[in-house]
């Protein structure tokens, strides 16, 4: 009985596991235009309503893959692998640090840059279960680190910001190889962005 529990959990996991790799795969592919129920369960090999009994359907699967599908880097990976060296840091450390993490998580995540692309051509309810994902995910990040710091600067204005700018780059560094004279297809390029992005931090923050 127990061996037939351990099976059970098992081929759940594993089933789980399919269908979150499937959706990954078709909207990277296709966009979200391209993902339905029936659409999904045959890219992973199932029957659909296993993506019901699993996720409660469409949403809770798009949900689950934001979430445990590699989609969106975690806090660890943002703060460097050791959030306790993290939140020692000086404020304009930290915010130094985030945001080149932040460049490396995205750069090395293609999937993720092409359905990050996708939502901007497309806008409905699966788009949405996404971006409630990475908008939690950012603003926990934000509450752990910088929210007890008081600054005359708004610091959720200005991670905002430079998360916008990081994220654009990125996605048009799909499709361009050069922005504003500055090469998105180099490590050179990359590093200038950096550079810059760490002059503004110092700027905002040593202001009156």
């Known amino acids: 009985?127990?061996?037939?529990?351990?099976?059970?959990?098992?081929d759940k996991q594993i089933t789980s596991r399919?269908?979150?790799?499937?959706?990954?795969?078709?909207?990277?592919?296709?966009?979200?235009?391209?993902?339905?129920?029936?659409?999904?369960?045959?890219?992973?090999?199932?029957?659909k309503v296993l993506i019901y009994r699993y996720f409660g359907g469409l949403q809770g699967l798009?949900?689950?893959?934001?979430k445990e599908g590699d989609f969106w880097p975690s806090a660890l990976e943002l703060a460097g692998g050791d959030l306790q060296k993290f939140?020692?840091?000086?404020?304009?450390e930290r915010l130094s640090v985030f945001?080149?993490?932040?460049?490396?998580a995205l750069r090395k995540r293609p999937l993720t840059q092409a359905i990050m692309a996708w939502e901007?051509?497309?806008?409905?309810?699966?788009?949405?279960?996404?971006?409630?994902?990475?908008?939690?995910?950012?603003?926990?990040?934000?509450?752990m680190f910088f929210l007890q710091n008081k600054t005359q600067a708004d610091l959720q204005a200005i991670t905002m910001l430079m998360g916008?700018?990081?994220s654009y780059l990125i996605i048009r560094s799909a499709h361009i190889d050069l922005y504003g004279?500055?090469?998105?297809?180099?490590?050179?390029?990359?590093?200038?962005?950096?550079?810059?992005?760490?002059?503004?931090?110092?700027?905002?923050?040593?202001l009156p």
């Open 1 to 10: 009985m127990v061996k037939k529990q351990v099976l059970k959990i098992r």
């Open 18 to 47: 399919r269908l979150i790799s499937a959706i990954g795969s078709l909207l990277g592919r296709e966009g979200f235009k391209g993902v339905g129920i029936n659409a999904v369960a045959r890219e992973a090999g199932v029957d």
């Open 62 to 66: 798009i949900a689950a893959f934001g």
């Open 87 to 92: 939140s020692n840091l000086s404020l304009e």
């Open 99 to 104: 945001s080149k993490n932040f460049i490396l």
């Open 120 to 143: 901007v051509l497309e806008t409905n309810e699966l788009t949405c279960e996404l971006e409630a994902v990475r908008e939690q995910s950012i603003m926990d990040f934000f509450k």
């Open 164 to 166: 916008a700018a990081i």
């Open 181 to 206: 004279g500055i090469r998105l297809d180099s490590e050179q390029g990359w590093e200038r962005i950096q550079a810059g992005i760490d002059t503004i931090i110092k700027g905002v923050l040593r």
